[in-house]
């Protein structure tokens, strides 16, 4: 965002191997367990300190957020507060750093060709990978954590049925040791250095988790037993989340600070009169007029950002009818399904006006997934222009037109609908980002109209927008329209993302919208060709698919959204990242008073 004077990272070098994170969808949102007795460390406002027996002041921050989490790990609910939780109690093999870098969190060291830790057979491609783990490191309640750990988390993984970049390339995952893991790979995982890391993948105790129950229905999603830098006190539903220091944690003298507190609190003012108060220390993702005052100066507040976008706000059509579910061959969208459709959609948007005088200059015009470091250039790609004009000639020359002057086109030749079938659709947000979506939403609309197309608005909460299937989920279930929503990939490589939203497979159940035929199909044998130790063909290969995206548009990008935190002038520590949670260096947090 230039606005700010957002800087950009210079490089970001893809070795061998390179890692991304993919965004998941959400669950359904259920009543904590009854928690265990614990002794009441909470304060009655958590801005004042408190004096412990030693005389040591307590320190306490709170942290803004609008929603329950759904449980400790984000493959269940995509919302980000997930995430943010885990990154409180449980680690990870391995890690990425807010520029990109890989560092080892349980792991001793990453492994990689030249410390002997990754070795390839240069005939076969195939591949094993060997982690040593940390032998300090122990959970909550004194038990050592292992490699079995590790495998256990792993087998519970795949026993769910959740796909990462690693389930398809895995052959076996295998312990040599108490502190030796090994990976073997059918052909080189691009992703190898997350593959038990990053925001997506946090370790599990085996004694405490009930692998019966299952990874998606087990108790230890509510309640689990940490090894990370704080232990869950206390969870109250629509109210907060109370961690406090684990004293036993592996890097001594960390965590800094004493007590962290999730308050769910679902009003934008209502959290910013909280900052403004001294109330509160975190606002988590501030809507974009807050955003901008939190870069004033005097108010007792401030502001952290990521070194580079992440997050794009994209528009998801489904080129199939309603309800259908992806990997199913039924029949195509009656509007959407015509990609002359699309691209007179994405004609008449106003993305500049939308940045400048809805989202008060906050984001960057994006049309490529290919926009982050190492494709700065989006693969040579143009800008699509904004053309009224053009965008109805195609809309025309797609078979819709309004003959009887209501204002609404009806079909005269269209591919895909009856003869005289009104041109009308549902257009899809979600609640939790703010009025700023709700202004651009209603925006889009208008143009839209204006082409003659009646689009009907809704807003729906984003835990039911990308629930799974079983659990009432819209997206998932083919359930809509078009929708407009912020992703994106983490990590520094898309090679996962594009797997999940692009790839024709039937259990890429994240193909939200539902492309299928020739052009899906080439671009699933390419994303396999990413599958290889040639970065310089790698390069060719993301830039080909980037094309044919832009040429079928099963996904309308638009601009870059704010990867932003509001904080008190008293914290200190805290980096926001494209590549991993906020949280993901909560330890090193501090607070000066």
Same mark, same amino acid.
């Given at each position: ?38 002794? /009441? #460390? !909470? @304060? &009655? +406002? *958590?801005?004042? /300190? #408190? !004096? @412990? &027996? +030693? *005389?040591?002041?307590? #320190? ?534």
């Amino acid at each position: 965002m230039a606005q700010l004077g957002r800087y950009r990272l210079l490089t970001v070098l893809i070795t061998i191997f390179i890692v991304t994170a993919f965004v998941v969808g959400c669950a359904p949102q259920e009543a904590p367990p009854e928690q265990p007795d614990v002794e /009441d #460390t !909470t @304060t &009655d +406002d *958590t801005t004042d /300190d #408190t !004096t @412990t &027996d +030693d *005389t040591v002041a307590k #320190t306490s921050i709170i942290i803004l957020i609008p929603d329950n989490p759904a449980e400790f790990h984000g493959y269940g609910a995509g919302t980000g507060f997930e995430e943010a939780i885990s990154e409180m109690v449980m680690l990870s093999v391995s890690e990425i750093d807010d520029l990109g870098n890989y560092f080892p969190e349980l792991a001793t060291e990453i492994p990689t060709v030249e410390n002997g830790g990754v070795v390839m057979d240069e005939e076969t491609w195939e591949t094993v990978v060997t982690w040593h783990l940390r032998e300090d490191v122990y959970w909550e309640d004194g038990e050592q954590v292992t490699a079995d750990d590790v495998i256990f988390t792993w087998d519970a993984f795949l026993a769910a049925e959740i796909w990462s970049s690693a389930t398809d390339a895995t052959e076996y995952v295998k312990k040599i040791d108490d502190f030796t893991i090994e990976v073997k790979y059918y052909y080189p995982n691009p992703e190898y250095a997350i593959h038990f890391g990053g925001e997506d993948f946090p370790i599990f105790a085996e004694h405490f988790c009930d692998a019966d129950q299952g990874y998606y229905e087990w108790d230890c999603n509510r309640q689990p037993l940490s090894d990370g830098p704080y232990i869950l006190q206390e969870w109250v539903a629509d109210d907060h989340l109370t961690f406090v220091r684990n004293e036993n944690y592996y890097e001594e003298g960390k965590p800094y600070i004493d007590e962290v507190i999730f308050r769910i609190v679902p009003q934008e003012s209502v959290k910013r009169a909280m900052m403004d108060e001294g109330d509160a220390d975190v606002h988590y993702w501030p809507a974009e007029n807050n955003a901008l005052s939190y870069m004033e100066e005097g108010n007792g507040t401030k502001f952290a950002i990521s070194p580079t976008e992440r997050w794009v706000m994209k528009i998801f059509p489904n080129l199939k009818a309603r309800g259908d579910t992806p990997g199913e061959e039924t029949i195509p969208h009656p509007i959407l399904a015509d990609k002359r459709v699309r691209k007179a959609l994405r004609m008449a948007i106003d993305v500049d006006t939308i940045i400048n005088d809805i989202f008060l200059g906050f984001g960057e015009p994006v049309w490529s997934e290919f926009f982050r470091p190492p494709f700065e250039d989006s693969c040579g790609i143009p800008r699509p222009a904004f053309d009224m004009e053009a965008a109805k000639a195609l809309i025309k020359e797609a078979g819709w037109e309004d003959t009887d002057g209501d204002g609404v086109n009806e079909c005269h030749g269209c591919l895909y609908a009856e003869e005289g079938d009104l041109m009308t659709m549902e257009f899809m947000i979600y609640a939790e980002y703010g009025e700023t979506l709700e202004f651009a939403h209603q925006f889009i609309a208008e143009a839209w109209a204006a082409l003659g197309i009646e689009t009907k608005l809704s807003i729906v909460e984003g835990a039911v927008l990308w629930a799974q299937v079983e659990d009432g989920g819209i997206e998932l279930a083919g359930n809509f329209d078009i929708n407009m929503w912020d992703n994106g990939y983490g990590g520094v490589d898309p090679t996962s993302y594009l797997w999940d939203y692009y790839y024709y497979a039937s259990d890429s159940e994240w193909n939200l919208a539902n492309w299928t035929g020739e052009e899906a199909e080439t671009v699933a044998a390419l994303v396999d060709e990413l599958y290889s130790t040639d970065e310089e063909y790698r390069m060719e290969v993301f830039c080909d698919i980037a094309w044919i995206l832009e040429e079928e548009l099963p996904a309308i990008e638009l601009f870059s959204t704010l990867e932003m935190f509001g904080l008190s002038d008293r914290m200190q520590g805290v980096k926001p990242t494209a590549f991993d949670i906020l949280t993901w260096n909560v330890a090193d947090w501090t607070v000066s008073e």
